[in-house]
């Protein structure tokens, strides 16, 4: 369409890029592409088929026997110091075999060329099928994005929280449950609660294995053990995956991974999703109740009609972003461990998409990371909207009135909470002297207040690890 129109040959950068993750929030997701990238799968599918050949060289194979031992780290080097060049070279050979695997499996025969290694170069890629390339170079690769990039980002958060915990423990809240006001609570133990359930989610997560498929066309090395029937290809295949590369093999397979495990470590991450999504919604709540304030920084617009705003946007964003990672690894979770018979292509193009969901992920990360250092706490309107509830301590006033053996005391409190307007400290102790129970309990009784009716909050955050 005239005027709508972009070209060619523009560059990829935020205003043409299609989605987000390589576009407005680029510069947040970065660290995930040497990883998850094009150039980063290329780059892996690299040093699987030379650690592969290398590993080949080690049984050997009699044709490996006399392989220069010298030349294993200048090989290596070959994806050790795999470029953006490197990456154009395989794509230029993939639109002629119209093969991604094939291509990098000819880009590494060119570089054996050039280090002498010709006549051995057949080795390359020998026996397999391409899965057994995508399916350890993908979860290498998701294996290291999880580690090195998003387990610390999420580890960051939760010291944050973890801090605010420590720091709140004993500032007194009232709470609302069904929307209505209930026993108070501390700001530090709200925290605390999305803490530990991080812990739970985060300590399953990190168990969950990185599993791989390595195994020929269909899974039982039909063209290994033709050439080769006198070796244990099975042996071989878990020294490679578990010892070189520190995946977990799967023994048993079709010509792809079963996906079971990766669909395991998309729905734990989700979990840790709903946490933080959950988390996210309450501090709105709290900032829209005025019990935060929102550090300012100078020249920032709230609303662009309305001057005196300061919107929750960053809480806003990790929420957004959270829900749409969520979405994606939902349909990786269901789609990816059925395959029609041996192996169909549908698991291809829905892997391709794995950074999008850890991209989302991380974009959110760092925008709950931003809100919550904005965070300021402000503890004189949690003290007025405590102070304006007196009715919340009817609670344990009943309860010490059980304790003493008095007649009804829930049913008395419910009538003096319910038909007697708002209950105010006065009323409150009006209420206790009238009762007819000794001076004692009367004196227990007028200890409780809104503001330290609050259990073991600040014991319940100290039960958290660091």
Known sequence: MQGFQISHSMQLNELTALAPVDGRYRSRTALLAPFLSEWGLIRHRVEIEV????????????????????????????????????????K??????????????YFLKEEMNRLGLGEVSEFVHFGLTSQDVNNTAIPLSLMRATREVL????????????????????????ARTHGQTASPVTVGKEWAVFVERLDIQMATFQAVEFTA????????????????PEQDWSAFARGFVEGTLGLKRSRITT????????????????????????????????????????????????????????????FENAEGNLGVANALLSHFSEKLPLS?????????????????????????????????????????????????NWAIVSEGVQTILRREGYPKPYEALKALTRNHGRINADSMRAFI????VNDSVKAELRQLTPANYIGHAAELVDLLKD
Not at 94 to 102: G, I, L, P, S, Y
Not at 376 to 383: E, V
Not at 433 to 436: N, P
């Open 51 to 90: 650690e592969y050949f290398l590993s080949l060289t080690q049984i050997p194979l009699p044709p490996l026997a006399n392989f220069p031992s010298e030349l294993a780290e200048p090989l290596r080097d070959v994806y050790r110091n795999f470029s953006e060049a490197d990456a154009d070279r395989i």
């Open 92 to 105: 230029a050979l993939e639109r002629v075999t119209n093969h991604d695997v094939k291509a990098a499996e």
């Open 151 to 174: 387990l610390p980002q999420l580890a960051e958060v939760r010291a944050t929280l973890l801090e605010q915990a420590r720091a709140w423990k004993h500032v007194p809240m009232l």
């Open 213 to 228: 498929k390595f195994g020929g066309a269909t899974g039982q090395f039909n063209a290994h053990v033709a050439a080769y």
């Open 255 to 314: 010509q792809i991974e079963h996906y079971d495990q990766f669909a395991a470590w998309c729905d734990n991450l989700r979990r840790i999703h709903t946490v933080l999504m959950d988390m996210n919604r309450d501090v709105w709540t709290y900032i829209s109740m005025d019990y935060f304030k929102q550090r300012i920084k100078e020249g920032e617009v709230g609303s662009s009609a309305m001057p005196h705003k300061v919107n929750p946007i960053d």
């Open 340 to 388: 029609r018979l041996q192996r169909d292509l549908t698991d291809s193009t829905v892997l391709r998409n794995i950074g999008v969901p850890l991209g989302h992920s991380l974009i959110a990360l760092l925008s709950m990371q931003k809100g919550l250092d904005k965070l300021l706490l402000n503890a004189d309107q949690m003290a007025i909207d405590l102070e304006a």
């Open 433 to 436: 002297d009238q009762l007819e």
